[in-house]
């Protein structure tokens, strides 16, 4: 209908029509915004995720907790001698995800191990001290990861991811 | 709808599923190619307008059910957490309240179109009757919406209306029961009424199709009321209904943005800013408006069933309108009489919904019975009267006819009906208000505050004095549980800085727990903490202030109102005044006075407050010149006080309101051009069918 007689006078009312259909698209798109932007955390849930602090003086050698920040489980490991050795024996670059011991904990506290304990597969809670490599061990699909969180055997991809934190002392850590 | 089209794709991939399911042509034939009559005025625009409503309550009502939490515990607070966490969560909040409203302002113009241009009768019964099951729905919808934010007018509406059940003989106190789920309205109500509020938009909507496909098998009526004879009476649906129509919704939502942007409370109460409290009754219950003809129909009997049934009977009556009114002349263009009787009819139901709003006692009361009988007296009297006696003018003989009999004549009988509507529209809101003229106080003084108007934005040191002055004064008996001290750092608020705010709220005492050993502990407030409460639970707090606990102070301002009267209500609405609230709070902090008027007395432990409803107010005189140092000059005197706690409370009821208002300026800004836009496209349009 609109494009059969356009010839006649096409400028003026052509540019009419396309102004018009461009604001409805401009004001469409605008007005979608709103309407995804509501899904993302909202103000209390972003504030309810600043960072946490964690007392490690309970903790002894060989044990370990798991305490939450922003809804995830976050490992925190008190290694032994053992364990460290373990974690630094092994050839780096025979890794499915290459990155040394010394790269996943803080230098002077290498006895600790900070690991957010979500499964890199597919989100399952890795469970700690079992499987064949003296770390965690996810019976959701078997994926076996060491004594540094490094992801050694089964399907999942990648190391378990170290979360931000700092020593604010000795024997007291800040994540987040 | 209209039948199996001979409508072919042209696209090969789109041929291919017409021919499996013929749903292009379906689209082509009901929304393209239909013929709609080219005589359609602009209330005919109210059908897609009311669509188009539909789908925003649909939209913004589905999201807000993400975020919302129908318990009785929870319901209140988020709604109040949707309204300041959620991202936009005001915006959509606002959009689904107003659009409520907007709703039932269309679908009251479209049925008052529907009865003056005779669009139900005979072969639009059924259409017609579909139409009065949508707007039943509808009331049903909007009645269980209302509930959901469990206020006091959410709680006691659902009492008054599930009561209405109790009139039924024998099963009435079972089927209310039945309702309620309880002994009481509580939360298994509020459960099922957010159920049943999600579901009934959805039949809603199914009904809807209904309607148009009974539409397009009768075919739309026309301003003249004659049938479309041949082609030159009819113009394709697109583009000449499509953009006509979308002009009218662009230009209804100029309406509703005013509204969404600008006045989100004007048409909501204030008590619904109250949590639901089951031991007090709000002074005057008062539905929202759309209800109010109806309410005043239920008050007007003196009996209790015979109201209950003479209220739905004034809805159920409009099924049977086909049959009350057998003219043959459709359009009341051509009945003289009828055109008469259909404006009276109109302001009777204005009148009543006025009347609905007002304190059921003296006048009010009698005015109500005549108009209840006016109102019956419309269906049950004069339109079958009128179907015998009335003659009716020459009908043309078509369309095309009356198109070019209209273009001579200069007749526009559409200005005078939008402004008797607009005021309608204006009577109806704003009666809520009247309902509540504040008894036996003294109206509050108007105050210049920096945050009223369009443009208004919050004076920071106020919002910075009114703090202190909180945390000072008010804060030992009141709490602000609704702000968090991270609330203090956010734009649009005091303005101070995440670090400001964080050492702010290190000095307060947060109660937290419990910890590894099972016990609570207290520990410095953090950003995500909120403002400590002042007592541990409501009866801590009434038995600390001689019986009655401190209301909390978060939502105060718009929890508070005064009657405005008519018609300042009125030229409310265009003056987008509607500091009622925080006129009331800073008269009433100021409103002590240490002699009592002749013959008011004051009960024990009360004391005399010129503003208070009542005059007797339980809080003693809080604040006094000087109580309060200020640093930055202002000067330290009650007055100063109340004004800059009053503009802080404002804020802690609103912590968005800056950016509503911003937000609301683009958006005007928007549709301004987009309506002018649409409005030269159409012409365009309909100036080449011509
Ligand atoms: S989720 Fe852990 S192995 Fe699949």
């Known amino acids: 209908m609109t494009t059969a007689s356009s010839a006649d006078h096409p400028t003026r009312r052509d540019f009419l029509f396309v102004a018009t259909g461009a604001a409805a698209a401009v004001g469409g798109a605008a007005a979608l915004w709103p309407f995804i932007s509501q899904m993302n955390p909202d103000a209390a849930t972003i504030a309810a995720g600043a960072p946490i602090e964690v007392d490690l003086s309970p903790v002894a050698e060989g044990q ?46 290498e006895q600790w ?38 992801i050694r055997q089964g399907p999942a991809p990648a190391n378990l991811p170290v979360p931000p934190y700092q020593f604010v002392s000795d024997t007291k850590i800040q994540i987040g | 709808m209209s039948g199996p089209s001979d409508y072919q794709p042209s696209n090969p991939a789109l041929q291919w599923i017409e021919r499996r399911l013929p749903i292009f042509g379906l689209i082509h034939s009901s929304f393209v190619a239909y013929p709609t009559p080219r005589n359609l005025n602009y209330w005919w625009t109210f059908g897609a307008i009311l669509s188009f409503m539909l789908g925003i309550q649909i939209l913004t009502g589905v999201i807000l059910a993400m975020h919302y939490t129908p318990h009785a515990d929870l319901a209140f607070k988020s709604v109040e957490l949707i309204v ?51 707007y039943l729905l509808m009331m049903a919808t909007g009645f269980m919406g209302y509930v959901l934010p469990w206020g006091q007018m959410s709680f006691w509406g659902a009492t008054v209306i599930t009561n209405l059940f109790s009139a039924i003989p024998y099963a009435g106190e079972s089927i209310v029961t039945l309702l309620w789920g309880g002994y009481s309205v509580g939360n298994p109500t509020l459960n099922r009424f957010f159920s049943l509020h999600y579901l009934l938009p959805f039949l809603i909507a199914g009904v809807v199709v209904l309607h148009v496909w009974a539409l397009h098998v009768a075919g739309q009526n026309n301003p003249d009321g004659v049938e479309p004879k041949t082609e030159k009476d009819t113009v394709p649906f697109t583009p000449h209904a499509t953009i006509k129509d979308m002009f009218g919704v662009s230009c209804f939502m100029l309406l ?86 259909f404006w009276i009819f109109v302001a009777v139901c204005i009148l009543l919904g006025y009347l609905g709003a007002q304190p059921p006692e003296g006048i009010y009361v009698i005015a109500g019975r005549i108009l209840t009988f006016c109102y019956f007296a419309y269906f049950l009297i004069v339109l079958p009267l009128l179907a015998r006696i009335e003659t009716p003018r020459p009908v043309p003989n078509s369309i095309a006819d009356a198109v070019l009999a209209k273009t001579g004549s200069k007749s526009t009988p559409m200005v005078s009906t939008a402004i008797v509507l607009a005021l309608a529209g204006a ?174 007395t004051i009960p024990e432990g009360s004391y005399y407050n010129k503003y208070f409803p009542g005059h007797a107010i339980k809080m003693p005189k809080p604040l006094s010149d000087g109580q309060v140092t200020y640093d930055d000059g202002s000067p330290t005197t009650v007055a100063q006080y109340a004004k800059d706690v009053t503009t802080f409370l404002m804020w802690t009821a609103e912590p968005h309101m800056e950016a509503r208002k911003r937000l609301g300026f683009q958006v005007f800004i928007f549709l301004i051009i987009f309506a002018g836009l649409m409005y030269f496209t159409k012409k365009k349009v309909w100036a080449e069918s011509h």
């Not at chain 2, 009247?434 to 920096?450: M, Q, R």
């Open chain 2, 427 to 600: 009577l109806f809101a704003g009666s809520i208000d009247s309902a509540k003229a504040a008894e036996g106080s003294d109206k509050p003084p108007g105050n210049k505050w920096s945050f009223a108007g369009p443009v208004g934005t919050f004076d920071r040191g106020a919002l910075q004095r009114g703090l202190k002055v909180y945390k000072e004064v008010c804060a030992s008996c009141h709490g602000l549980s609704y702000i968090a001290f991270r609330n203090l750092a956010e734009a649009g608020g005091p303005g101070y800085s995440v670090a400001q705010a964080t050492a702010f709220a290190s000095d307060y005492k947060i109660k937290d727990g419990p910890n590894d050993a099972g016990d609570m502990f207290e520990r410095p407030g953090r950003p995500a903490d909120y403002f400590p409460s002042p007592f541990p639970n409501e009866q801590a707090a009434r038995a600390a202030n001689g019986g009655a606990a401190p209301p909390d102070l978060s939502l105060i301002t718009k929890a508070r109102s005064y009657g405005r009267g008519f018609p300042m209500f009125i030229i409310d609405f265009f003056s987008q005044y509607q500091e009622q609230g925080p006129d009331y709070v800073a008269a009433v902090l100021q409103g002590f006075e240490d002699k009592v008027p002749e013959g008011v």
């Open chain 2, 84 to 134: 300041r966490d959620v991202n936009y969560g005001w915006l959509l909040r606002n959009m689904h309240a107003v659009g409520a409203s907007m709703f039932f302002v269309a679908v009251y113009v479209h049925m008052f179109r529907g009865i003056y241009y005779g669009s139900f009768k005979e072969p639009r019964e059924v259409l017609w009757i579909l139409g009065v099951i949508i």
């Open chain 1, 113 to 150: 191990l900070v690991v957010i304990g979500i499964c890199t597969h597919l989100g399952c809670i890795p469970i700690a001290h079992e499987g064949n490599y003296d770390g965690f061990f996810c019976p959701c699909h078997g994926s076996q990861y060491d004594s540094s969180g490094r």
């Open chain 1, 64 to 109: 370990d907790i798991k305490v939450f920040w922003r809804g995830k489980p976050i490992y925190i490991s008190h290694r032994t001698k053992k364990q460290i050795d373990e974690a630094r024996a092994v050839n780096v670059a025979s890794l499915p995800d290459p990155q040394a011991d010394d790269a996943r904990v803080k230098s002077g506290h």
């Open chain 2, 256 to 341: 509703y943005a005013w509204f969404i942007f600008y006045m989100p409370n004007y048409l909501g109460d204030a008590d619904n800013y109250i949590p639901a409290n089951p031991g007090v009754t709000p002074p005057h219950i008062v539905p929202e408006w759309y209800y109010l003809p109806f309410y005043a129909i239920l008050r007007s009997i003196p009996n209790k069933l015979a109201g209950v049934i003479a209220m739905f009977s004034a809805i159920l009556i409009l099924c049977f309108l086909p049959w009350l009114d057998s003219a043959k002349t459709r359009s009341s263009k051509y009945r003289p009489l009828a055109k008469q009787f």
